[in-house]
């Protein structure tokens, strides 16, 4: 393999961590939830299998061509003082929408 060149393993592993995601958020967001593309912007169902939030197995690769050639990219690391704002947050399921608001 070529130093910088992602293993078919790799990627396997990467794809189902973005399905397990993906699932995840089913189980909090409506069935029919109608979002734009994120490559194209064509409007679609962003929980239609196998495409997710993409209209077209094309625009799903070049969102992944993105990410793996680092267009797409968490800008800084980081650091402590990010989650200052969050340390007073009570134990609970944080990952659950608060319904409050």
Known sequence: MRKGVPSGKWLGNLLRLVKNAAESLQSIMPK???LACPVC???NDYFADPLGPFCSARCKMVDLGKWLGEEYRVSEPLRPDHFASYEDLQEGNLDQPDESH
Request: positive net charge; glycine residues 16%.
């Open 32 to 34: 029919s939830t109608r």
């Open 41 to 43: 912007g064509k409007e």
